[in-house]
């Protein structure tokens, strides 16, 4: 949430900052913002609403002969998105600004006492005090001033500071909310994340809590904020292109997104299982033979979709490995109860590794003595950073807020996990488990095959659903899960009201809401409920709900029920949720365009949450 970007090198830069906040931009878009210093100001250019706002104000700017700056892309937490409270936000001076990502939980007391000290402020965020703090503590040395506020604080932050006294001098710091520093050839960067950086430098360094940076041309200096000790860290270079988060050629990037996920499946199978054995190879679960024998519970925890290929694994892990599964949403998970020991693998699944109630979550389990393994996409996120063991996704970077390609990958990483707790535990039959690792692997060239064919039926359907009001997805058993997350990408990019229920829980309520206008998306493949679900269907078009099927191929039942149906082909039931998830994607994604919706950035949301 909020995008932070800064620079200071020997190019000019605002154009590096206007690039940095497009790719960003995913991170929150109600404003955008960017300072740099020019012959001894710092100029600065802020816009209400899309970057695209703030592009044309600096516009006249971009040749301009600075390169030191800080930007800025917003999604508001305390504050209305206005201009005036879009960042960089300035001490009174004007001389110092403020780019900041993450909550001042504290602000109200420290603005009322700064005020009441004559600081006038300009805004409404929590932001502008950390301004005033700095200037406040400002008395002559600039990193002494944003320690010294720092430690004044309650919160997360990552920030990038600017005085126009040192003006070639970025100073940044990080409690709680990511930031990544870039290191190049006479330049440093910083960043929110990693695809802002992309384009100039893959050589970089990973800040951790309460740690801060002293950037200059071609030189830094990394500190800890409590008592300034200089620190060594190691530059990682990251594997991710510039390109990879482009849309190239594609309308959206979620549309991009979905039409990777072969390759995105691929790439976090590859090598991690022996086709001809189907041995399955995980040292990274950080997990020797007897640490997994000796696990009496697994606790998976995540957020949004995340927390939906939790669920999905539940069914898996509990019929093949025979552990209790407790699956839970992270901002549950880390207030609640919590009967967590070194008994209990805990599990957190999440894309981007930032998510602040999934690794307050894993942080709360990990405190009780549990293991923390984390299945996630990005490398070197602080979840990675923090956990024990590590499944990485590989699906490359991931821009439309709304997940695709991080989800079917999720599901790969966490059936292989299956795989491999069976084969380490021995409750999986070696030659079952040799079934379903080729089965898993041609999963790959089945979806690549049958995307095309798809979005061309999906295009023409809906055009009599783009137009609803409601809709309901409804599956069983492994496929519940998959209803919920249709729901949830059809809500999240359509504005368009959507609930997943399993399909045998229809009777307890929601059959109140069918009559001719309620369409209803029921995933009906022929496994082992399949009776069940079609019960379920017929009990909906009794009641003359409009019916949307997604079903096995040759199933000819399924079209005398409904004429909306899409067939998939036959593949090992446990491995439908990878399959079914991908005509859910793109009824959404078809309909939210048909909508006119801006599909990679709805309203309201944000790709990285990392505030509560
Ligand atoms: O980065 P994470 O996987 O931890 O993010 C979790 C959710 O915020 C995320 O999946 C969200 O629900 C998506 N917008 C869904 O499309």
Redo the contacts with the bound molecule.
């Keep these: 949430m909020c995008g932070i970007v800064g620079y200071v090198g020997t190019r000019r830069v605002v154009p590096i900052l206007l690039e940095g906040l497009r790719r960003l931009e995913y991170r929150g878009y109600d404003s955008a913002g960017l300072v740099y210093y020019f012959e001894g100001k710092l100029e600065r250019y802020r816009a209400k609403g899309k970057l695209a706002n703030l592009e044309t104000v600096v516009d006249d700017y971009i040749g301009t002969a600075s390169s030191t700056g800080i930007g800025h892309t917003r999604w508001a937490t305390h504050g209305a998105p206005t201009e005036l409270n879009a960042h960089p936000h300035t001490d009174c001076s004007g001389e110092l600004v403020v780019v900041h990502n993450g909550i001042i939980e504290n602000y109200h007391s420290l603005r009322t006492e700064l005020t009441a000290k004559g600081h006038i402020f300009a805004s409404e965020t929590d932001t502008e005090v950390l301004a005033h703090l700095i200037e406040d503590c400002l008395d002559g040395d600039l990193v002494a001033a944003v320690r010294e506020a720092l430690a004044r604080v309650d919160g997360s932050y990552a920030i990038g500071v600017l005085w126009a006294k040192e003006p070639e001098m970025l100073v940044a710091a990080r409690n709680h909310s990511p930031l990544v520093m870039g290191v190049g050839e006479n330049a440093c960067y910083i960043a929110s994340d990693i695809p802002a950086l992309l384009p100039y430098t893959r050589d970089v360094i990973f800040l951790d809590d309460m740690e801060m940076a002293v950037l200059k041309k071609g030189e830094y200096e990394i500190l800890q904020v409590e008592d300034g000790t200089a620190l060594e860290k190691p530059i990682s270079t990251i594997d991710w292109n510039a390109g990879m988060a482009e849309k190239a050629g594609f309308k959206h990037f979620m549309l991009k997104e979905i039409f990777e996920q072969p390759q995105a499946i691929l790439n976090t199978v590859s090598g991690r299982i022996v086709p001809e054995t189907g041995i399955v190879e995980l040292p990274e679960v950080g997990l020797d033979d007897q640490a997994i024998k000796k696990i009496e519970r697994i606790a998976l925890v995540?957020?949004?979709?995340?927390?939906h290929a939790a669920l999905v694994a539940k069914y898996w892990i509990e019929k093949w490995v025979g552990i209790p599964v407790e699956v839970d949403i992270a901002s549950e998970f880390r207030y609640r109860h919590l009967l967590v020991d070194d008994r209990v693998l805990t599990i957190s699944?999440?894309?981007?590794?930032?998510?602040a109630d999934?690794l307050a979550g894993i942080r709360r389990a990990g405190a009780k003595g549990s293991r923390i393994l984390t299945i996630c996409n990005v490398v070197g996120s602080t979840m990675t950073r923090e956990a024990d063991g590590i499944i990485y996704t590989h699906a490359g970077p991931e821009i439309g807020?709304?997940?695709t390609k991080?989800?079917t990958s999720q599901l790969a990483a966490l059936f292989l996990l299956t795989l491999y707790l069976g084969q380490v535990r021995e409750t999986m039959d070696a030659a079952i488990r040799k079934e379903y690792g080729s089965a898993l692997i041609s999963m790959c060239g089945l979806i690549e095959e049958e995307l095309p064919r798809l979005q061309g039926e999906i295009r023409t359907l809906i055009e009599k659903y783009y137009d609803a009001r409601d809709f309901l997805f409804v599956g069983r058993g492994v496929n519940f899960p998959i209803a919920l997350e249709g729901a949830?990408?059809l809500k999240?990019i359509s504005y368009i009201h959507a609930e997943g229920y399993a399909a045998g829980e229809l009777k307890h309520g929601p059959i109140a809401l069918i009559d001719k206008d309620m369409p209803v998306l029921a995933l009906v493949p022929k496994d082992d409920v399949y009776q069940k679900t079609v019960s379920n269907v017929e009990e909906i078009k009794a009641r003359q709900g409009r019916l949307v099927l997604i079903g096995t191929a040759g199933d000819e039942h399924l079209s005398s029920l409904t004429e909306d149906v899409l067939y998939l082909p036959e593949v090992l039931p446990d491995l439908n949720p990878l399959l079914y998830t991908i005509p859910a994607q793109l009824l959404s994604y078809e309909i939210a365009n048909r909508r006119g919706c801006d599909v990679d950035q709805p309203r309201n949301?944000a790709?990285?949450?990392t505030v509560e």
């Design positions: 995540a957020c949004g979709t995340s927390w699944i999440s894309q981007s590794g930032e998510t999934t807020v709304a997940s991080a989800f949830l990408k999240e949301l790709k990285s949450v």
